[in-house]
């Protein structure tokens, strides 16, 4: 699981009224080197919540390369956006957990695939 | 991607062994893989899969990411429910073709979007179960499911012959959908009560507008 990924996603437990960001408690992390594609992650700077993508970084044990304010969606200093760029597509979760914010569901990351999945007695 | 090469490299990928009827599982046709994502490629008023982020709604084995990474997406996101197809799904991932990162999958059952909008995406491309075994409706639970993930817009696969229903639910759920192109879907003899060697169907592509929900 990359972070972009992360960061669309939420907890749809039951009742509860704050489902974002997904705590991201990490077992075994990995970065994988990606091509570069600038008009994607302009794109993305108006689709992410940059905030809880910085707080991901940290949780991975990432922190400190992206840039502290989020960047408009016509940046252009490439720096920038490889910085971007690295957080959102090149670190990955391979194994770990999602922690629903509220209610501390735990939601188990395998082989980099979180399972969603709610027990019938949840839903 | 010419068409002629999307579908060769699409044909390429692996199928289900042992796939489940109650899930109606099979690999998108490599040709209607390639007409779905070919038409929105060759489509200068709907452009709307190079750089975006997209989510495969019922991935199974990633028959329709392939497709559109092929087409220039940003990135895809899987979502499928059942194990079986997940593991076919990342072995189809494995190919050299696409960078691994440019495709994620979740586990979630697609249900669970119906009350709650718990993943985002630009564009949901979906190839659903049709619905005409024991298992009414639930084309068009994908349909909604999808609607209430995507900002831009829906692609759906569905049956021709139920076009009149889907088009009163769409018009019930206050749905901006159309049919956008027609094609000719050769089921494959995968399940046994398939009598014919290769059954044709005809297929609607459907397109949600999203934009102004």
Redo the contacts between chains.
Sequence with gaps: ??L??HN?????VKGISR?FPLLIKPETVRV?E??F?P??VR??LG?IEYEALQQAMTWLGHEGKLPKDCPSEDENNEDILKAIHHAL??V?MVEGKLVCPESGREFPVK????????NEDE? | MRPKELESRLSQLGDFRNPKLSLEQYMTRPHIAAQILGWTYASEEFDEIEDRLIIDLGAGGGALTAAAIYTGAGKVIGVELDDDAIALNLQNRENEDFEECRWDVVKADVRSFLECSWLKADVVISNPPFGTKNNAGVDFEFVRAAHNIASEAVYSLHKTSTRAGLERKAAKAGFDGEVVAEMQFDLPKTYNFHKSKNKCVSVDLWRFDCAKK
């Design positions: 699981m990359k972009l990924t669309m996603m939420q907890s749809h489902r994988v990606q091509e594609n008009d994607f794109r993305m689709r597509l090149e990955e082989n980099g695939i979180p399972n969603m999945l709610l839903v």
